[in-house]
């Protein structure tokens, strides 16, 4: 299965993130510069009982610094986190909504697992006292649909609203829809993003399948995962706001970079798994090349979807090295999720990073693809950012556990 979006240039105007690198869109890009690791002890839940007790955790997150009380006091954290995100993002794009026909003004969410955190409060409350008993105000919260809901509701949006749950390319997917909503004239503007929260039920299930980074750090001490040591999960919301560029020129946005081609490839691998073999990877990093127009030669920066993971690391650096006919030492990758912790809607995070990078003109923080395979030492220090660079296009690739594959490229708009 193939999904190929046949598009016009699609322009990003607007960012807002929040993550473990950085709480809103400027001291995200700080940590970037910086190759600031977000990867820390946890201590939002008790972890003794784990293999592991670090995560990409968000640190100094504000919710009454983008709304009031009145709207989170009930949100889950991923629906905080999403709604502060776009926020942010409407409010850079310098958009009016009062003054636009908010039908033709899509909101479209990738997350993996929701509000995770209310789904095993509510079902516990369920299990422990009864349907009498179960928790009503938790339960609006249990479908992953409510960020995406949320922020229509506070921003009066009555466009096409949808959530993605597509593992590790939720956002991806996402992205992918809301460009095909532009391309097809049903929307002029897309609010586009991911999101997920780190909760103790989701860490618990990681933890039982065996899947984790098996680290345990110390309050303060230094966090150092293996490559190719398992997965050290994450969690944080980002949101892009998309228009057609003739859109967004007509109105004098400010654009971030252009959004060129997008391709979505299904794949066979057993559920949590990766394909090893790279097929689907490999066939959707050509044909998001040809769509955009452009050849190997002409990549600027790539950035991987590299988690820990011995399967997806050892599998993109060697389809990395067939397409571009180089040894692994030789090409510089951002496994960005090495520095936020993995989480399924993380795409929307390194697109935002990737975007800051071809506005500014800067590295993001960089290692050989080498680097990532097993029996590499610790990656500290080795990391190389914040470098001036003529920066043209940039290819995104990312995989999932269980099958599935997107790449795309953006590229630099000329300001």
């Not at 950085?22 to 293999?51: K, M, N, P, Q, Y």
């Not at 006919?325 to 912790?341: A, N």
């Not at 990391?383 to 296009?393: C, K, L, N, Q, T």
């Amino acid at each position: 299965m193939e999904m190929v979006v046949s598009m016009d240039q699609v322009a990003v105007t607007g960012i807002g993130v929040i993550n473990a690198m950085g709480v809103g869109r400027d001291a995200f890009w700080e940590g970037c510069l910086a190759a600031r690791s977000g990867i820390r002890e946890i201590t939002s839940f008790e972890t003794h009982e784990f293999r592991s007790n670090v995560g990409g955790c968000v640190a100094g997150f504000k919710p009454v610094q983008f709304m009031p009380p009145m709207v989170y006091r009930r949100m889950s954290g991923i629906s905080r986190m999403m709604v502060a995100a776009a926020t942010e993002a409407l409010t850079d794009s310098r958009l009016q909504l009062s003054s636009m026909d908010r039908e033709r003004v899509a909101v479209v969410i990738g997350t993996s697992y929701g509000g995770s955190s209310h789904v095993d409060a509510f079902f516990l409350s369920l299990l422990n006292e009864g349907p009498r008993g179960a928790q009503p105000m938790l339960f609006p919260e249990t479908v992953p649909n409510a960020p995406a809901s949320h922020i229509a509701m506070l921003h009066k949006i009555s466009g096409p609203n949808i959530t993605f749950c597509q593992n590790e390319i939720s956002a991806e997917t996402a992205m992918s829809y809301a460009a095909n909503l532009l391309s097809s004239d049903i929307v002029d503007t897309a609010i586009v993003g991911g999101g997920e929260e780190l909760s103790e039920i989701l860490y618990r299930c990681y933890d039982a399948v065996g899947a984790l980074n098996r680290v345990k750090v110390r309050p303060g001490a230094p966090v150092n995962p293996a490559p190719a040591g398992g997965l050290v999960l994450g969690e944080g919301a980002a949101t892009l706001i998309l228009e057609k560029v003739a859109f967004a020129q007509k109105r004098g946005a400010r654009i971030y970079g252009t959004l060129d081609s997008i391709v979505v490839k299904g794949g066979e691998a057993a559920m949590g798994h990766y394909e090893t073999q790279g097929t689907q990877m490999a066939g959707a990093m050509r044909h998001a090349l040809k769509e955009a127009g452009i050849r190997t030669g002409d990549v600027d920066h790539i950035s991987i979807s590299a988690n820990y993971s011995r399967e997806l690391d050892v599998m993109e650096c060697e389809q990395l090295c067939r397409l571009f006919d180089k040894d692994g030492h030789r090409i510089d990758v951002t496994p960005l999720k090495y520095l936020t912790g993995d989480f399924g809607a993380a795409g929307a995070t390194r697109a935002a990073a990737v975007l800051l990078s071809l506005y500014h003109q800067k590295t993001l923080p960089c290692l050989p693809a080498g680097a990532l395979l097993p029996g590499t030492a610790h990656l500290p220090g080795k990391w190389v950012s914040g470098m001036d660079r003529d920066i043209r296009h940039a290819l995104m690739t990312s995989t999932t556990f269980g099958g599935g594959t997107c790449s795309m490229v953006f590229s630099r708009y000329p300001q």
